[in-house]
């Protein structure tokens, strides 16, 4: 009788393992289509849309900042009755202004992308969109890092290879590794003894809670914010209008600067009498 009360104990414990793997991947899909769909297709439409003028509004706010910077410590060089070495001066303003350099990298990084994307016809129809995502949940059932318990080295590598092809919307390649599951299916082991069940079973709890906290901040962050302003033609013109003309305004304030910059230079020069650096 004993024996089999404690068989059906951990009947009971394999069963609400099954269960918490279920409600994981149910969590985890959803996140990850936001994350790495949603966020995406709604990146490519923003960038698409007005992406180039706000990179380049970006890339002249660096450069005038820029000019700035150069200007400022060329006079203080004067003050000091220091020459002015343009090229070592450059390269100073440049590590200092590192971060926003970055971030005009990663909005032409983005771009990049969204180019990528239109290129290769990754904006799928609703049925292809339902395919990618059936397969990409069939293949991360056998390969995500919190179900898994056999060769983990080679489930991360299926892992990172099916989240690239969902990402990407790349139907044919997921085809592939769900057909290459089906006929190889992962050898699970189970738990040897009822506190590793149990480990399991809090452990897949956790990561259920931290992935429903992640998709809803998410959803509340870039790129989901300018989904309004997507969607609402009129006021998309207005915002591109409004971008354009700040781009002109910091354009003529660019040349500006430039022109000072190059003033700045001579003046240096002349005044300190050395040679012009070429």
């Known amino acids: 009788m004993k024996i089999h009360a404690v068989s059906m104990d951990r009947a009971k414990l394999l069963h609400e393992m099954v269960e918490a793997r279920s409600t994981f991947l149910d969590v985890w899909m959803k996140w990850a289509i936001t994350n790495h769909r949603d966020a995406n297709r709604l990146h490519a439409r923003r960038l698409a849309a007005e992406g180039l003028i706000e990179l380049m509004v970006a890339r002249i706010d660096y450069e005038n900042h820029f000019a700035l910077e150069f200007l400022m410590r060329g006079y203080a060089l004067i003050q000091q009755q220091q020459a ?94 769900a057909a290459h599951f089906a006929d190889n299916p992962p050898k699970l082991l189970p738990p040897e003894t009822d506190q590793e069940i149990k480990y399991h079973i809090l452990v897949l709890r956790a990561a259920t809670d931290e992935f429903l906290e992640r998709e809803k901040k998410d959803r509340t962050n870039y790129p989901f914010t300018s989904q309004a302003l997507l969607d609402d033609p009129d006021e998309l013109d207005t915002f591109i209008s409004v971008m354009i003309m700040l781009h002109e305004d910091k354009a003529r304030q660019n040349w500006i600067y430039l022109n000072q910059m190059e003033q700045l230079v001579q003046m240096s020069n002349e005044f300190l009498e050395v040679p012009v650096t070429a």
Not at 106 to 119: S, T, V
């Open 84 to 177: 002015i070495d343009p090229e070592k001066l450059t390269q100073e303003v440049e590590q200092d202004l590192d971060e926003e350099w970055r971030r005009i990298e990663y909005l032409l990084g983005g771009i990049e992308k969204a180019d990528h994307w239109r290129e290769n016809n990754r904006y799928l129809s609703n049925k292809d969109e339902e395919r990618l995502i059936s397969l990409f949940r069939s293949v991360v059932s056998c390969v995500h890092p919190h179900l898994m318990s056999h060769d983990e080295l080679d489930s991360c590598v299926f892992f990172a290879k099916a989240l690239f092809s969902f990402e990407n919307g790349d139907v044919d390649e997921m085809e592939k590794l």
